[in-house]
């Protein structure tokens, strides 16, 4: 490690470009009265990491980075969970949970139509099979009606020759 110096603090705000403000915190007693004292200074501190409000960080000593900013932030050591971030992180899951409600409900919807279209095609071969066997049916039952046909006329032209060899014996 470098001889460079490194305060531990919290982050006051981070409104600012790659800057942030951190606020270091030193407990020291006083010479006179031996009460113990709080002293907090400010740091504005270079941000290339992306902290928070709140966030607990180790600063350390660099050359100058604008007139104020001689501080680089080197690590975050514990990252604040504030109210406001668990609150949108509920809304992000809500708005997570409705998506995929709405997303289930368009592949229900697309499953659906895909059900029906297949009904449909199934129907209409059902209709194409049902008609081939009804004509095949009806083929059959003429072809029957013919062959009866052709049955009643032989039997016609029996009785024809039965009646005129009656005729001629009489």
């Known amino acids: 490690m470098n001889k460079r110096r490194r305060l531990t603090g919290t982050i006051r705000s981070n409104k600012m470009d790659k800057t942030v403000i951190v606020d270091v915190v030193r407990t020291v007693q006083h ?15 270079h941000d290339e990491i992306g902290c928070n409000v709140g966030d607990r960080v180790v600063i350390v000593e660099s050359k100058p980075i604008s007139k104020t900013v001689n501080w680089v932030v080197e690590k975050i050591v514990m990252v604040e969970i504030r109210q406001e971030s668990i ?42 099979i049902l008609a081939e066997e009804v004509v095949e049916m009806l ?32």
Do not use: N
Request: net charge negative; aromatic share 2%; hydrophobic share 45%.
């Open 87 to 128: 609150e949108a992180v509920e809304e992000a899951i809500l708005k997570a949970e409705e998506l995929q409600a709405e997303e289930e409900a368009a592949a229900l919807e697309e499953a659906e139509e895909i059900l029906a279209e297949e009904e449909a095609a199934a129907l209409e071969e059902a209709e194409e």
């Open 31 to 45: 010479p006179l009265y031996h009460k113990v004292v709080r002293s907090v200074k400010s740091y504005k501190a």
């Open 139 to 170: 083929s059959e039952e003429l072809e029957e009606v013919e062959e009866l046909e052709e049955m009643l006329e032989e039997a016609a032209e029996i009785v024809e020759e039965v009646e005129e060899d009656e005729a001629g014996e009489a």
